[in-house]
């Protein structure tokens, strides 16, 4: 006798030993869980017998009593089959992603759909009260890479993407307008009610045209609009000239921190910062150095891309 004649009873005692193994795991998935799970496990256990056990023995009955039993094999695997392909397919339609519906959320502090803030420490200020009093999500597009911009600011955003023309996974081109709105966008959408605050608009400049940057930062501020969301920019006449500051203010208002954070705090948790704190919000000299020096560093990190983009061209 071959081992060919071994198979079939091979395949049988298998079949038995793992719907026996199926049926037990099945039944205790069944006993601990509830539904959907409890639903799935009788469907497996179910299935299993089928197989298993009652494919088992009809393999056993098609070698020893009668070749005609090859009949059962095929009506109990089909049906284990179909009945364990039914209920798969309807947990995978039950779990398919629904389209969310976002409650419409306001923050305490009613910051504007579009404001400009004028200084980096006041950004930081009010980021951080949005992370820790709003609750909302939260998007940065900044200059820094996002490990930096995290150590420095302690602010962890839901979202970060960098303005670099270094290849990273969280890096957008500053010449790649259409990319980084298509990313704003979509976190815009996929979470109404969010904020989103941008900065390295003066390295935008470098690589567009102010009218293409604005255009960018109006669709921004137009999607926000129908999301209510808000979108912060720093700006100040530090790094843009008067002309392009007042485009910008026509479609984003100034946002006065204090006022904001006192409603966003509440009277008696904003009372509980020191007073020279809360004067550093409103001091506008050291934050004027800190900006001029920050937009000379990035005039002077962009000039050298700039030219080798200018002798490429040349070429």
């Not at 009873?9 to 099945?26: A, P, Q, R, T």
């Not at 009593?65 to 179909?82: K, R």
């Not at 979470?191 to 930062?217: C, H, R, T, W």
């Not at 129908?226 to 100034?254: C, G, S, Y």
Request: contains cysteine; proline residues 5%; hydrophobic residues 45%.
């Amino acid at each position: 006798m071959g081992i060919e004649s071994f198979t079939p009873y091979f395949s049988g005692i298998m079949l038995i030993i793992i719907g026996i193994y199926g049926m037990v795991k099945s039944y205790w998935g069944w006993k601990n869980h509830e539904e959907p799970i409890k639903k799935l496990a009788l469907t497996l256990l179910i299935s299993f017998g089928l197989f298993g056990i009652v494919g088992g023995v009809a393999v056993f009955l098609t070698v020893l009593v009668n070749p005609d039993f090859w009949i059962l094999e095929a009506i109990v695997i089909t049906a284990g089959y179909l009945i364990l392909a039914n209920e798969a397919l309807d947990i995978l339609e039950k779990l398919k992603k629904p389209k969310r519906e976002h409650p419409k959320r306001k923050i305490k502090c009613s910051l504007p759909v579009a404001g400009i803030l004028k200084s980096r420490e006041e950004a930081i200020i009010l980021l951080k009260a949005i992370k820790n009093y709003s609750g909302l999500p939260l998007l940065i597009v900044g200059r820094e890479h996002p490990n930096e911009w995290r150590a420095r600011t302690r602010i962890e955003p839901d979202e970060y993407i960098w303005l670099t023309r270094v290849e990273h996974k969280k890096a957008v081109s500053p010449s790649s307008l259409h990319v980084l709105s298509g990313k704003v966008i979509e976190f815009i959408r996929e979470n109404p009610g969010s904020v989103i605050y941008i900065e390295g608009i003066e390295y935008m400049l470098f690589y567009s045209d102010f009218k293409a940057v604005a255009k960018f930062l109006f669709s921004i501020r137009d999607v926000a609009m129908m999301e209510d969301a808000h979108v912060l920019i720093l700006a100040n006449e530090d790094t843009l000239t008067p002309e392009q500051m007042a485009i910008l203010k026509k479609e984003f208002e100034d946002v006065d921190v204090e006022k904001v954070l006192e409603k966003m705090m509440g009277p008696a948790l904003f009372g509980a910062i020191p007073s020279k704190r809360r004067g550093d919000i409103n001091a506008s000299t050291e934050g004027s150095k800190e900006r001029s020096g920050a937009g000379k560093e990035e005039a002077e990190e962009a000039q050298p891309l700039r030219r080798e983009e200018a002798t490429e061209e040349g070429r």
